[in-house]
């Protein structure tokens, strides 16, 4: 395209001199050529030299460029990682098709995490080291982003992380396409207070970084925000933990307007099963959940949870074209029978999202990538528009879903606006 | 916390409670007993026990779609096929894994435990290549759903009285084949003695193989039961080990009395621990106590008094 600007402007230059309808006529003309690099033919012969957008070495020949995906497909992560992978190998399939990145096309290496914190670093170093990937879409859980964490940023490399989690970070060589905390969080506790005129909640979680940081969030929230409004108890449970009756016996006591949930695992599919046995009817007691997406949903089963809410930024039922599009492209790659979930919606914005900050940049090198990446802008998001912000997290809406027993979400409340990212927030930690 | 309630309140929540308490007996009863008949009669950790555990999980929902799909008007008594499907499946495989594997390390209890370690992650890897790494939705009977409103504030969840009674069921008939049955009485026999065993003309390798396969196989019944109250993929089996082993090592490996004694305090320490105080400082505080107690007592509660 860029090509194509100067030679509009040389013309400009060289037909000075002619008088005006001809050089309309000729104008026209040449309005027309950037339709012809549209086609993909074109677009691979007008690839600019490998040399002028690769000038660190990175894998990047005339036809190819080469990404990285970094997931578990083993061990006990498999479970909510493989949603990810299937939405970055659907992305990467769909932008070859339209014609690469600067008219390459992207040739992926797969590793496999294997759910183990120090494999994922030793498999960042072999992608970014030996691969020279320009970018890696990858990690899960915070655990295994904070392990790759210092082997991006030793080696320079651009990770796309899809998972949305507890906030407090932030690196030039991250693009987090999930939520940070407040953009799950915040949202969704104003829903609930001005639409079901919420006092009490009772806060459960399972026990680690992210439940907790999110649950000290949204305590303070609360207590510091909503009117007249207090926790009436807080939870934790180890990973794994399969009993809650305990505590449903704790939640029946206290009566809490709101059940406050962010249990993940094969844990959550305990509690449910359990909340409904001891005879607690979603339909009436309100629970909002920011850990249940429809992956999580498939091992509940519909039944077990119908009438809870779930915040999040994205439902498969979400009603636009552009997701229109995308469930179905997904389900003909994957299969009738899979759900897509909010993280594998932020997985499939990845490679997408890095195609358009290569086109910005006009380059692979990672610091121009990732001095482009503020302001960049996806408008064929499947959850709608998204915007890349300075701190490198996404503007997006927070939405709020209640469960059905078919086990999709029907989209019960968006914000008006994009939320802004707040990595830090103030007041909150 | 109690200032606010009525005694009405209170006489409920204490009720539901103490069933809390004895549906947490029940599901470690029928969690350990399988093993510890393997740990307690044949001296063999096995650390699959879990896989075992979730194949009988795995046959339950393999069983449940298919009695959905060809045979709907079997669906609500599905559960008990499933569970003797369980108790086949689980039963087979650990025969099979006891004849290729097990009976060549008889005398090298801590190899049992790293082969049967290697066997457990074999297993975990295969149930995600057959059944797909995502989680797998049992779905269950209508009349196994819900709570018994036994009065006006007490509800009593239906699949925990189900486990409960499955549990004393499976109790009673293992005790009944072990203490009773002239091959219980062969298998006790070559416990105390093998050599002697073998000498007076029982087979000591098929009563090995029986008694590892009846262990497995109520790992199987209990996997089934299990997906009443908790999830089914690939590595749910890892979720159960660490407490199974608890219980069996806390009770004194040999004795099934000291088995379902310890899971009783156990269950019943940490369900009224959950109830004071948070979920992870219930468990870290249930779990301090045994190591106080196996300290001064390394043998478990009740150990089988053997002469060496």
């Known amino acids: 395209m860029s090509s194509n600007k100067s030679g509009v402007l040389m013309s400009d230059e060289t037909n000075k001199g002619l008088n005006s309808p001809f050089r309309r006529k000729l104008l026209m003309g040449m309005a027309a050529l950037p339709a012809m690099t549209m086609l993909p033919k074109a677009s691979f012969a007008q690839a600019p030299a490998t040399s002028a957008v690769n000038t660190t070495g990175l894998a990047v020949t005339d036809t190819e460029v080469t990404v990285g995906i970094l997931h578990s497909v083993t061990g006990t992560m498999a479970i909510s990682e493989t949603g990810s992978v299937q939405a970055e190998k659907l992305a990467i399939e769909q932008i070859n098709a339209s014609g690469g990145v600067l008219g390459r096309k992207i040739k992926f290496i797969q590793e496999d995490g294997a759910s183990d914190w120090p494999t994922f670093a030793e498999k960042a170093k072999k992608l970014l080291v030996n691969d020279k990937c320009a970018a890696v879409m990858g990690c899960w859980t915070s655990a295994s982003r904070k392990a790759v964490l210092p082997v991006f940023e030793q080696y320079n490399g651009m990770l796309y992380y899809p998972t949305f989690y507890e906030g407090l970070e932030q690196s030039k060589n991250v693009i987090y396409t999930g939520q940070e905390a407040t953009q799950q ?62 505590v449903i016996n704790k939640i029946k006591l206290t009566k809490p307007d709101v059940i406050y949930a962010i249990i993940v695992g094969g844990s959550n599919v305990a509690f449910y099963k359990q909340l409904k046995a001891a005879g607690i009817d979603l339909s009436k007691q309100t629970l909002l959940t920011i850990s249940v997406t429809e992956d999580e949903i498939d091992g509940i089963g519909g039944e077990n949870i119908a009438g809870a809410f779930a915040c999040m930024k994205y439902f498969q039922s979400l009603d636009n074209p552009n997701n229109k599009a995308f469930v179905s492209a997904f389900k003909k790659m994957w299969g009738e029978k899979t759900v897509i979930g909010d993280v594998t919606q932020a997985a499939y914005l990845g490679p997408w999202l890095w195609k358009l900050t290569v086109e910005k940049a006009g380059s692979f090198d990672i610091d121009k990538v990732a001095a482009a990446s503020p302001g960049v802008e996806f408008k064929g998001a499947p959850e709608g528009y998204v915007r890349i912000h300075e701190n490198h997290h996404l503007w997006s809406k927070t939405r709020v879903g209640k469960a059905k027993a078919d086990g999709q979400y029907e989209l019960i409340y968006e914000t008006a606006d994009l939320v802004e990212p707040d990595p830090f927030p103030k007041g909150y930690q | 916390m109690f200032g606010d309630y009525s005694l009405g309140d209170l006489g409920a929540i204490l009720a539901m409670q103490g069933f809390a308490g004895l549906i947490l007996f029940s599901v470690y009863v029928l969690m ?21 555990m979730i194949l009988g999980a795995y046959v339950t929902w393999m069983t449940s779609t298919t009695v959905q799909h060809y045979a709907p008007w079997l669906f609500p008594g599905y559960f008990f096929i499933a569970m003797t499907l369980a108790f086949i499946a689980s039963g087979s495989l650990g025969m099979l894994v006891e004849w290729a594997m097990i009976r060549h390390l008889y005398r090298r209890p801590l190899d049992t435990l790293l082969a049967t370690w290697g066997l457990s992650l074999i297993l975990q890897q295969a149930y995600r290549s057959v059944f797909g790494a995502r989680e797998v939705g049992v779905e269950l009977p209508d009349w196994m759903m819900g709570s018994w409103q036994a009065t006006d504030s007490i509800q009593i969840p239906i699949n ?60 199987g019944i209990a996997g089934s039961a299990f997906t009443m109250i908790g999830s089914t993929g690939p590595t749910a089996g890892q979720l159960y080990i660490v407490d199974t082993f608890l219980v069996v090592v806390f009770g004194g490996a040999a004795s099934l009395l000291g088995t379902i004694a310890s899971a009783f305090s156990i269950s019943q320490t940490q369900s009224t621990l959950e109830f004071f105080m948070s979920g992870s400082m219930a468990k870290v505080i249930t779990l301090l106590t045994i190591v106080a107690i196996l300290m001064m007592r390394p043998q478990g509660l009740f150990a089988l008094k053997v002469r060496k």
Not at chain 1, 208 to 218: D, E, L, M, Q
Not at chain 2, 32 to 52: R, W
Not at chain 2, 166 to 171: A, C, N, V, Y
Not at chain 2, 194 to 211: F, H, P, Q
């Open chain 1, 185 to 246: 969080i915040i949202a969704g506790l104003d829903w609930v207070q001005k639409t079901k005129g919420a006092k009490t909640f009772y806060l459960l979680g399972s026990d680690y970084i992210w439940p907790r940081t999110s649950n000290k969030i949204a305590r303070k929230h609360i207590e510091g925000h909503l009117k007249d409004s207090k926790v009436v108890g807080e939870e934790y449970f180890p990973l794994g933990s399969t009993q809650f009756n305990s």
């Open chain 2, 32 to 52: 350990a007993l399988g093993l510890a008949i393997i740990f307690g009669q044949m001296g063999v950790i096995n650390m699959a026990h879990g896989e075992f």
């Open chain 2, 160 to 219: 925990g009285m189900f486990v409960m009674a499955l549990t004393i069921l499976i109790t009673i008939a293992v005790s009944y084949v072990l203490f009773w049955s002239s091959w219980g009485k062969q298998v006790r026999a070559v416990v105390q003695n093998r050599v002697m065993a073998g000498a007076v003309g029982i087979n000591t390798e098929k009563v090995d193989r029986y008694t590892f396969g009846l262990g497995c196989g109520i790992a």
